[in-house]
């Protein structure tokens, strides 16, 4: 990458008092760091797509973190959709393959033929907490989730990896950090952006926006915060696509 | 200038008024041509392995910034393996010159059991825990990772997979790692005291062939051990053979100047190489090109990057710390220097420590800071209190037995093993 020292150094102290900046204790706001969302790897399927006014074809790939067990609608898919309509023109088309209980690897075999009929512009593939579980060999994960957004992006779509969710209250039993520096890698590698939601949900939990770690809150926490990663994910999106405000409402 | 060499060659007479009398009176009794005083330094270190181990197994609190891993590539678990395998070969050395092969063997067969109860009480209070959150912690946005629960459906299997050593819970693998090296030491120690360097060199080959051919052990259910032995067994063995003679051959290198600036200037871009994980807007400054040769930079294996680290290290902290620094014997360091010394009990209460922290962090809803620090430092002080005690026990049970036979039987408890 190559930038001029003026930018650069602009650009440094402009993220710094991002940072610095205190974040607000207001739940609804879904307050996020700027760096957090960062990406130096752009969606030019989605880019093109939103440019041309054609309609916005989104299938998610994920696990059961990935959905809300009593009400779908309110999972963070739905919830993109929801808000990628309210910033976009054009029509948006989302779809979840939730594949539960299956290990990137398992994922990735038919990844393809999962998203084929569909003929997205965008795959957003949540992946890593099945093989954290298990202990899947993280080189082995490494293999296949860099193989799994190679034969997406091979098959026409561009490719956001979204990574595990910060659990605190079962931080001693789920070792996640192999699997999120494995998925930081592959994203490095292939150009994919990742949506760090671990790094994401822990600012939130350290900031007090909400209490992962307590027991029982129920459904109405798990809305809360999936309303904020569908919110969050849908600025991730329009900033990595690099749309013009023209495109935006 | 002191060096790493001195633990060895050091032939001062051994203080037996002295506070530590009860871990050196064993070693004045046996006849070697340098009766060697008990080496702080390794205690002390040590000690500070632990504390550190403890506090990294809190979640993520703020007493955790005073970790060596957010300044570096390489953190506790490599001064611990590292000084484990000094202070073993140190001790069972010994044994074997006097007591020949078969006694230190069977001597350090009954360290690798000690080891081995240590792990199954340790996996007993990691079951205590993950039921009771079972049964409390219900949280539908948690739902897929209280699938870690899924075991407890097959007791049967499972508890005799962690027993067979193949089905460890996160946090949980430094004992069979540390198990199966201390097997292998009678061998180590043997071949060590004939050809140390190519003893050496065959640890690195070992080391080169398990990236070469990946060598590993596999885990239940799947998977693999997260520290793998035959990466990690280069640290050991390189402790043992620092150990039996290898430091003293390595102290001109050490105690040169340009050996001090290398290592200086290679902590220094592993900090700024840490500073950009802490500061993800920093990360821009990260040459791509070094980001794709560099990461990702594995514990399991132990990436090269970790192991130099720890080089560097131990070579400033060497050269920085004199064997003959008054402060090792300072009040102040006690605590630290005590649990270093009871190196087994502690890791376990320190473990125990870790959970019940987590416990007390989660149900006062994550805590603020002033509880996570009230959290580590109560951890602290009761690893302290216990080392204190074992020491006070050690202390007054060689007094009271016969001269000869606590020569015999603490040998395990001298610093060694643990």
Redesign the interface.
Known sequence: ?K?DPVT?LG??LL??LL?IAPARADPASCDVPA??L?T?SPLPKVEAAIKSGRPLDIVVVG???SS???SEASAWPGRLQASLKERLKVPVNLSVELQV?KTAEEVATDIVKLVEGKKPALVIWQTG??DA???????DF?TAVGDGAVALQGAGADVILMNL?Y?????????AS?YL??M??VA??HEVPLFDRF?IM?HW??QGDF?????????D??KR??DCIGRVLAKFVVDAARLEPAQQN | MTSIADRIAGAAPADEADARGAATADLTVITLPARAERELRLDLFRGLALWLIFVG?L??NIVTWFTFRNYGFSDATEIFIFISGYTAAFVYGRAMLEAGFVVATARILRRVWQIYVAHVFLFVIFLA??FY?AA?????????????MDFLKQPDVTIIQALLLRFR???MDVLPLYIVLMLFLPLIIWMMKRRPDVTLVLSVVLYALSWQF?L?LS?Y????W?FNPFAWQLLFVFGTWCALGGARRMSRVLSSPVTMWICAAYLLFAFCVTLTWH???????MP?LI??WM??I???DMDVLRFAHFLALAAVTVRLLPKDWPGLKSRWLRPLILCGQHSLEIFCLGVFL??AG?FV??EF??GGPVLQLVVSLAGILIMSGMAWMLSWYKHSADKSAPRKKSAVGNADMAGGGS
Do not use: C, W
């Open positions: 990458m930038s650069l650009l440094s993220v710094g940072a760096y957090l960062l130096e696990s059961r973190s809300i067990a009593t209980k907490t099945y579980m298990r202990s899947v060999d993280p080189e490494r969710q659990s605190p209250r079962t931080e001693s039993m789920i070792s192999p520096d494995n930081r890698v490095q590698e790094a822990r939990s350290d209490d992962l770690f307590g027991a029982g809150h129920g459904l926490l798990a915060v999936h | 197994h979640p993520n825990q993950i959150v409390r912690f219900d949280n539908p946005l948690y739902a897929e990772e209280m699938g870690i819970p996160a946090n990946d590993h885990a259910p799947n998977g693999f997260v500061l993800p807007q920093l990360n821009f400054l791509k980001e794709q990461y990702p594995t514990k399991t870790a959970f987590h962090l989660a809803s994550g």
